[in-house]
Nanobody, 115 residues
């Protein structure tokens, strides 16, 4: 079992920045992919950014150049630095991890971008 706890999020103005953090606990040795998804009202959950085995990073086209996903060396924390935020970035952001054939999700944290 892996437990994921997110922090950060909140309200930001267009063009502003926010930082999300996700701390993993439990069977963290089993994690090989970790990252962030988001779900806006009335839309499907979508990938934002993930770090795969070996440290490869995948970003959604919509966030490339604006979001980065640093990960600490202990492998149990992943952050999402969000810059140049847009109203369309408004969503609930979920931390996720996969490994040993299982996927885990955090409880989600709201990000609202509005003036």
């Amino acid at each position: 079992q892996v437990q994921l706890v997110e922090s950060g999020g909140g309200l930001a103005q267009p063009g502003g920045s926010l930082r999300l953090s996700c701390a993993a606990s439990g069977s963290i040795f089993s994690i090989n992919t970790m990252g962030w998804y988001r779900q806006a009202p009335g839309k499907q959950r979508e990938l934002v950014a993930v770090i795969g085995p070996g440290g490869s990073i995948t970003y959604a086209d919509s966030v490339k150049g604006r979001f980065t996903i640093p990960r600490d060396n202990t492998k149990n924390t992943v952050n999402l630095q969000m810059n140049s935020l847009k109203p369309e970035d408004t969503a609930v952001y979920y931390c996720m991890s996969t490994g040993l054939g299982r996927t885990y999700w955090g409880q989600g944290t709201q990000v609202t971008v509005s003036s």
